[in-house]
């Protein structure tokens, strides 16, 4: 009976490990941000990061906004990691240096994630082409939603701003890590595009 339960639970286990899958993040800023990038007159910031994620879990959610859940929908990134070090990399750079005792002091706290997933090829022919045989694929639009708020505090006061980006691209079930991968990439540069132009437009 004992070996039952032990042998029960390790396939559990590896039904489980391959139902979800680890997205490989992409922590590269892509060359449109860095030609874009302004440098700023100030000498170092104070960068303070926080998340609001509870999990690594991709929020999944369809059209309608409704959480999709079961089977296909078990996806797993460092979402609040990858765009942390994205962050320090931009800032760093527009910044000249990280400081902890900088007077400029910046807070970015990552309160929102997740990604839609609309179904392009959902009819009746398609139905028919799987029961078939003849296509077995779908094929699916993915949009990586990232908002981050950002409290900016100077000699001149404190301003702040929720700033909202996404990105959109098309994928298969055999190339859904990779898109997902691919968009949640492009939506963090988008913050950095939002972020520089923010502090550009506040003279920081």
């Known amino acids: ?24 993040m992409r922590t590269s800023i892509n060359e449109h941000v860095l030609t ?35 089977a296909g929908s078990d996806y797993y990134c460092d979402q609040a990691g990858t765009l942390k070090t994205m962050l320090t990399q931009y800032l760093g750079n527009r910044f000249h240096e990280i400081n902890p005792t900088a007077t400029f002091k910046l807070e970015l706290t990552l309160v929102n994630f997740y990604v839609e997933r609309h179904v392009m090829n959902a009819n009746f022919m398609h139905t028919l082409e799987i029961l078939a045989g003849e296509n077995t694929e779908s094929n699916y639009m ?12 100077g000699p001149s006061g404190v301003i702040s701003k929720t700033l909202s980006a996404s990105a959109e691209g098309n994928a298969t079930d055999t190339t859904m890590v990779n898109s997902l991968s691919e968009v949640i990439n492009q ?18």
Not at 1 to 24: E, H, T
Not at 48 to 67: Q, V, W
Not at 145 to 153: L, N, R, Y
Not at 191 to 199: C, Q
């Open 36 to 70: 874009n990038m302004s440098t700023s007159s100030q000498r170092g910031v104070n960068l303070l990061y926080d998340s609001e994620l509870t999990t690594n879990r991709i929020p999944l959610y369809r059209a309608d906004r409704t959480l999709i859940q079961g």
């Open 142 to 153: 993915n949009k990586a939603v990232v908002e981050v708020m950002v409290k900016a505090t």
């Open 1 to 24: 009976m004992k070996n039952f339960i032990v042998f029960s639970l390790g396939f559990l286990c590896l039904v489980l490990a391959a139902c979800s899958q680890n997205v490989p």
């Open 187 to 204: 939506a963090n540069n988008r913050i950095l595009i939002l972020l520089n132009n923010y502090l550009s437009e506040n003279n920081l």
